[in-house]
């Protein structure tokens, strides 16, 4: 597994691989690895879902950058978990072949004037709490899809939001990259994994699992024929607010592509929240589909 810090050096080792005909898998990261990363990982290994299957499996590029500019004021970016001994190995027995770690400056060698706007994909759910997020997170895959030129580049749909402006953005701006989305790893309770978990004490840790218990509550009420997005919302919240230590920050039923908001449920919806609890701000969603 090579690591490689500067975008003039992936770029020359990558044309070389590029050349010999191996096809390029990409996971972009901000490190503090689980198994949720892990799994995305081998899935692009696999190179399964991206047409990726040849003579031989796809060069594993896995990118690890916690990205400033999709960082507000007063949020997590200078505690966010850092780990890059245990990514490393971590990564090397997923599968990867090439981890990018490029600097702050490497990224943003002339600070940050040229930015991708996503437009409405990024109103409401987090783009409301988040002013900026989505512009920095997308210019920042954006600068990434340019430097690694992946085949095919893989999301989970954890942060469902962000699965969404991406694949958007390919679409709108003729990225030749397949993106393809992966399912959201939980622990064995239901609560989705993410590196911010690391913040939680015990209690806090057991407390965050309702999140999921309550949006399985609003599936179940889904399934039992209810359609109204506010009995459905009404449901989840009842069973969260069992755990007064969790402090909704939004749940909302969308349309599952567009984002729209949703009276009544039809076709694909996403039903997706955030919550404080503790020093961490959580996020989780459950695609709900009517059949
Ligand atoms: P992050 O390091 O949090 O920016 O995440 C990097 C990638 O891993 C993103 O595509 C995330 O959606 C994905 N990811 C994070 N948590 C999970 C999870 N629990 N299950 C599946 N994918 C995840």
């Known amino acids: 597994m090579e690591i490689i810090e500067r975008v003039g050096e992936v770029?020359?080792?990558l044309a070389e691989i590029r050349r010999a005909g191996r096809p390029i898998a990409f996971v972009p990261t901000m490190g503090a690895f689980h198994e949720g990363h892990i799994e995305l990982m081998r899935r692009a290994k696999a190179g399964r879902g991206a047409a990726l299957f040849g003579a031989e499996p796809p060069c594993l590029v896995v990118s690890i950058f916690v990205n400033p500019t999709q960082f507000g004021p007063g949020e997590d970016y200078r505690s966010y978990p850092r780990d890059m001994q245990g990514d490393l190995e971590k990564?090397?027995?997923?599968?990867?072949?090439?981890?990018?770690?490029?600097?702050?400056?490497?990224?943003?060698?002339?600070?940050?004037?040229?930015?991708i706007e996503v437009g409405r994909l990024a109103e409401g759910m987090c783009g409301s709490h988040r002013p900026g997020h989505f512009r920095g997170m997308a210019t920042v895959v954006c600068k990434l899809f340019n430097i690694i030129q992946p085949d095919a580049a893989y999301f989970g749909e954890k942060d469902y939001q962000q699965l969404k402006i991406i694949q958007r953005m390919v679409e709108d701006?003729?990225?030749?990259?397949?993106i393809v989305p992966f399912h959201t790893v939980r622990e064995p309770d239901g609560l989705a994994m993410s590196s911010r978990n690391a913040y939680l004490s015990v209690e806090e840790r057991q407390?965050?699992?309702f999140l999921y218990k309550g949006l399985k509550a609003a599936?179940?009420?889904?399934?039992?024929?209810?359609r109204s997005s506010a009995a459905l919302i009404e449901?989840?919240?009842r069973v969260i607010a069992a755990e007064?230590?969790?402090r909704l920050q939004y749940i909302e039923l969308r349309n599952a592509?567009?984002?729209q908001p949703l009276q009544t449920v039809t076709g694909k919806a996403v039903l997706a929240l955030a919550a404080h609890i503790g020093k961490a701000r959580l996020i989780d969603n459950i695609i709900l589909r009517v059949s």
């Open 11 to 13: 770029r020359s080792r």
């Open 91 to 115: 990564a090397r027995e997923a599968g990867a072949d090439l981890i990018f770690t490029p600097s702050v400056e490497e990224m943003y060698p002339t600070g940050d004037c040229a930015t």
């Open 173 to 178: 701006l003729r990225m030749p990259v397949k």
């Open 207 to 209: 407390a965050a699992a």
């Open 219 to 226: 599936e179940t009420l889904f399934e039992k024929g209810e």
């Open 235 to 237: 449901e989840a919240k």
């Open 244 to 246: 007064p230590s969790l």
């Open 257 to 259: 592509d567009t984002l």
